[in-house]
């Protein structure tokens, strides 16, 4: 797993909902793992990106779990850029 590359697959607010996706991406077994500020933990706030979370998978995986993404169903607080 050295020098692998990692894409982000999607970007949403708050780690409750990104932990949730990445589990779902997991069971897939498709490895995830989540990108955030450490801010919007301490502070429990998601204003101005402050509590975005990008979920990112190995390149090899990202078509696979993009797919698996759009047919889940997880609110209209994702931001796909």
Do not use: C, R
């Not at 050295?2 to 780690?15: A, I, L, R, W």
């Not at 990108?35 to 990202?62: H, L």
């Amino acid at each position: 797993m050295k020098n692998q590359e990692f894409v982000t697959v999607e970007v949403v607010y708050g780690q409750a909902k990104a932990n949730i996706l990445k589990a779902h991406l997991e069971s897939e077994g498709i490895p995830a793992y989540l990108q955030y500020e450490s801010v919007a933990n301490v502070y429990g706030i998601s204003v101005d990106g402050i509590g975005k979370v990008k979920i990112k998978v190995p390149a090899e995986f990202s078509e696979e779990a993009k797919k698996i993404l759009e047919q889940t169903d997880h609110g209209p607080e994702s931001d796909p850029s």
